[in-house]
């Protein structure tokens, strides 16, 4: 349910009314109605406004009736004068003195260009608003209390109107001519004898009028009353509450009588097939009416009207009030603008403060409407309020005087085009300075950056020296500002540099980095003196000897950039130095440079070692062994030949400081003096890297024994004599094993020597006998298991092979059976080219052709085959092959191909060995 907007009860005094301005046209001249829930947070849908303009008019006069249209209003007063006043601001812009008593009913032709009223005086007037000179008058020897002008009337030759009055006869006029005296009608009664015409409504072909026994339906052009509905049951007397009838359109009847609300639809009736014709009333009329809805309420009904596909109403309650003298009357209350759903839900309720309410009666409201435009008027004798529908400017407003920015910009940016009073640029120039009031400058720099101000130079410009101004809404902005589209002045970025020189130099310093040092957004020369003089003033500020090296080095000046970096124990300095080749300018400080950044600045000294001596560093670094240790180490990495020269130092510098290196030193780089190595190995007592150097020196055995008896690592020692593949120094390591008093020794040997040599030499031996070796169950067993495991997979390897040799020969074996097509035109003997196809097929040309495609005539391979035979037979020296059962036939041409490609010392050599056998 959204609830329309509430309208606190207006003031009476005339002072606190708004300004009419006649002359201004516009809805401001309308006194505005604000919500007595100002608070609420659901978004109305009616706006209220008085019609001030009329308070004058109405001052004098009471209005008894009015009919709207598009162009105007035409109010009825009580003194017969009938004012022309404008839709929107109630301005009048005519008025006429139609009628000696008061005007009852008035009515508009649907272009708005006649108007009917009708008065006590008994006279109905039809004035062409748009010439003076037609204006119809017709008399009547009876009050008229309603008429209904035909909505055609601006076209129709035969104009015509319905009129009614307390004689209970609806009367349908066709006007005859016009005349200067007066004009005649044709008149015809459509009905009568029910009491008071109190209402008409005429809408194309149907005209709708209430009695006092309900409400009727006339068909103009059957010339038939098609429809009724009755009077609510139990209902008050029809003159004390006036029966509201509308047409919501070409089909559909409105119908609000006292506390009752009726709507019912004109439908046609369904088409009866001929047998049915006949037994069928003749006076049926075509068109019936449906009732559709049927509500009663608990108030009194004042007004009817659609709104959209609900209903507005205008209700009324009176309340029982005692006099001082203690007698009781009804007492009018405010009258009250409803929206109900067809289903009679009410979905607002907004009441109407309307001027001297408490002496109305139901009777005294009017509710008139231009459904259209959303557009409400409710009419009492001295006031007129006006119900409109929210504009675009009206939603935002609502949501600005609520303080709901964000929600009051979203709605601005998606009805702009609809907007009049704000744009929504000008809607979010307001969100802006509120998140700025409620320090959210985060948002209020996404918003303006990213919406606001776009691509806009000027709007940047006025925005920046307006409203970011404080620290908090400068850190926000500045990485938002542009610096390529749009790019703004020059003066502007060294304003924005300068707040921030002064307010926050840290980000002063980051925007310095973030823009663009080649875009010429500001004059670097100027602004590095101003940042010079600023750091003079506090020297002591890291931010601000950043951002003046950062200028230096943007300036060329590299020298001072370096030096002002390496005071701040900056990595920028690294950088400049590799950049613009400044490594003689470091000499003296490299010291300086290890410790800002160690892994660093070694990069650094070993790749432009060139530039800068090893001797400089090393003596540079003497007094700072673990630096020069480093050094050396990535230098040798780089350059092992580095070791021939300072290869003593660097082990010297290792066995002090990082013994855990010094044996993979020893194992990578072959420059190292070995003797040197060892004697310092000896000094220090590192037991394993002097092992490595004794068995590198050749001296295996002393390094297997140092390795079993001094460091304890068999397994050490096992490396060794696997790598020296020496069967005494297998030898030697078991005795010393066994020499040893760690029976653990043995174990472990007899765990790994089993894959190299054989473990009896171990199992076996005398002195293993009465020697507690721990777990020696456990390791036969495991020699044993080894042994199977060989054993099993050597089997394994002789069955895989097996089977892969039969898979291969049966494939070749298959291969070889295949098939092979051949053209006879194109396949040919080898020894004599002839083709296939020009032999005739006799036993002397059969054809043999081999697995290799290669063809022979038979007796071309016959003889080929005998030349071989008898060649091979004078070269083994007169002995022939041995016989064969059967002929057996080969491709002579691959025979002789594999012979060609023998080489010569091979068959000598054969023939020789045959020979001495």
């Known amino acids: 349910v959204r609830p329309t907007f509430k309208m606190a009860t207006a003031p009476e005094d005339p002072e606190l009314e708004t300004e009419g301005s006649e002359e201004s046209g516009s809805e401001e001249s309308g006194s505005e109605y604000s919500s007595s829930e100002d608070e609420e947070d659901v978004e109305p849908e009616l706006k209220f406004y008085r019609l001030t303009s009329v308070s004058e008019t109405l001052a004098t006069r009471a209005a008894t009736c009015m009919a709207v249209s598009e162009k105007f209003l035409v109010l009825g007063t009580d003194m017969g004068t009938l004012h022309i006043l404008d839709s929107v601001n109630g301005t009048e812009s005519a008025h006429f003195q139609q009628h000696e008593e008061r005007i009852t009913g008035v009515s508009l032709d649907a272009k708005g260009d006649f108007v009917a009223s009708c008065s006590d005086d008994g006279k109905v007037i039809i004035r062409n608003l748009y010439d003076p000179s037609k204006v119809l008058t017709f008399s009547f020897d009876r009050p008229i209390r309603s008429v209904a002008i035909d909505p055609e009337y601006y076209k129709k030759k035969k104009n015509m109107f319905v009129t009614g009055g307390m004689a209970g006869h609806l009367v349908y006029h066709e006007e005859k001519a016009w005349s200067l005296f007066g004009s005649t009608t044709k008149q015809k009664t459509i009905h009568s004898d029910e009491g008071t015409i109190a209402a008409i409504k005429w809408r194309g072909d149907l005209i709708a009028w209430a009695n006092d026994v309900g409400v009727k339906v006339y068909q103009i052009k059957t010339d038939r009353m098609i429809a009724y509905i009755n009077r609510p049951a139990e209902s008050p007397r029809a003159a004390l509450y006036r029966c509201n009838i509308c047409w919501k359109d070409d089909k559909t009847l409105m119908v609000g009588w006292a506390d009752h609300i009726d709507i019912g639809e004109i439908r ?46 205008l209700a009324f309650n009176d309340n029982e009030v005692t006099l001082d003298n203690g007698r009781k009357v009804l007492e009018g209350d405010e009258p009250e603008l409803k929206i109900m759903s067809l289903q009679g839900e009410e979905e607002s309720d907004d009441p109407l403060p309307i001027k001297g309410f408490q002496q109305y009666r139901a009777n005294d409201y009017w509710l008139e409407c231009l459904p259209q435009d959303k557009y409400y008027y409710v009419i009492s004798p001295k006031d007129i309020v006006v119900a409109r529908t929210l504009t675009a400017d009206d939603r935002v407003q609502w949501r600005l005087d609520r303080d709901m920015f964000e929600e009051a910009y979203a709605l601005a940016k998606q009805e702009d085009r609809y907007l009049h009073e704000k744009s929504a640029l000008m809607v979010g120039q307001e969100l802006l300075k509120h998140y700025l009031s409620n320090e959210q400058p985060d948002d209020a720099a996404k918003l303006a950056a990213e919406e606001l101000y776009g691509n806009d130079v000027k709007m940047w410009e006025q925005g920046l020296a307006n409203h970011f101004q404080t620290p908090a809404a400068m850190r926000a902005i500045v990485p938002r500002i542009p610096t390529h589209t749009p790019k703004l002045t020059a003066v502007t970025y060294e304003g924005v540099l300068a707040t921030l020189l002064e307010l926050d130099p840290e980000l002063f310093h980051s925007t310095l980095l973030q823009w663009p040092a080649n875009a010429s957004l500001y004059d670097q020369n100027k602004l590095t003196e101003r940042v010079a003089t600023a750091h003079s003033i506090q020297p002591e500020s890291v931010p601000l000897a950043k951002s003046l090296a950062y200028l230096y080095s943007q300036a060329d000046r590299y020298r001072e950039a370096v030096n002002m970096y390496l005071k701040l124990g900056q990595v920028e300095a690294f950088e400049l130095i590799e950049k613009h080749n400044l490594f003689q300018s470091v000499k003296g400080q490299l010291v300086h440079l290890l410790q800002m950044n160690e892994a660093r600045a070694i ?198 092979l097996t089977t892969d040799c039969v898979m291969l020969l049966q494939k070749l074996n298959r291969q070889q059976k295949h098939g092979r097509l051949l053209e006879p035109g194109h396949v040919q003997c080898c020894q004599c080219s002839k083709t296939i196809a020009t032999m005739s097929g006799k036993p002397d040309e059969h054809v043999v052709v081999f697995h290799c495609q290669h063809a022979h005539c038979m007796t071309c391979l016959e003889k080929r085959m005998a030349e071989q035979r008898s060649s091979q037979s004078s ?30 010392g091979k068959r000598s050599s054969v023939s020789s060995s045959r020979r001495r056998r």
């Open 603 to 800: 990069e650094m000294l070993v790749n432009h070692r060139d530039q800068i001596p090893l001797d400089a560093v090393v003596g540079e670094l003497q007094t700072y062994p673990k630096l020069q240790l480093e050094y050396l180490e990535q230098y040798s990495s780089a350059d092992p030949s580095v070791a021939r020269t300072y290869g003593r130092r660097l082990v010297e510098l290792m066995a002090d400081h990082a013994p855990e290196k010094l044996l993979r030193l020893l194992q990578t780089n072959p420059n190292i003096p070995l003797l040197a190595a060892t004697e310092i190995c000896e000094s220090r007592e590192l037991w394993r890297e002097y092992a490595w150097c004794l068995h590198h020196s050749g001296k295996a055995t002393k390094a297997m024994q140092l390795l079993v008896h001094q460091v304890g690592a068999i397994n050490d020692a096992i490396d060794l004599v696997v790598e020296e593949n020496d069967d005494t120094l297998w030898k030697d390591l078991i005795d010393e094993c066994f020499k040893s008093d760690k029976s653990k020794f043995i174990k472990e040997l007899l765990d790994r020597a089993g894959a190299h040599i054989d473990p009896g030499r171990i199992v076996l031996h005398p002195k293993l006998r009465g020697r507690k070796v721990p777990k020696l169950k456990q390791s036969l067993v495991k020699i044993l298991e080894d042994f199977n495991l060989q054993r099993d997979l050597l089997k394994g390897c002789v069955d895989i």
């Open 875 to 904: 070269r083994r020296g007169g002995r022939g092959e041995p016989p064969h059962p059967g002929k057996r036939f080969y491709c002579t041409t691959c025979r002789s191909s594999e012979v060609e490609r023998k080489p010569r």
């Open 268 to 313: 046609a009736r369904p088409k009866t097939s001929t047998s049915l014709k006949a037994s069928a009333i003749p006076e049926a009329p075509q068109l019936y009416m449906q009732l559709l809805v049927r509500i009663q309420t608990e108030y009194w009904i004042s007004g009817i009207a659609p709104f959209d596909d609900r209903l507005a109403l």
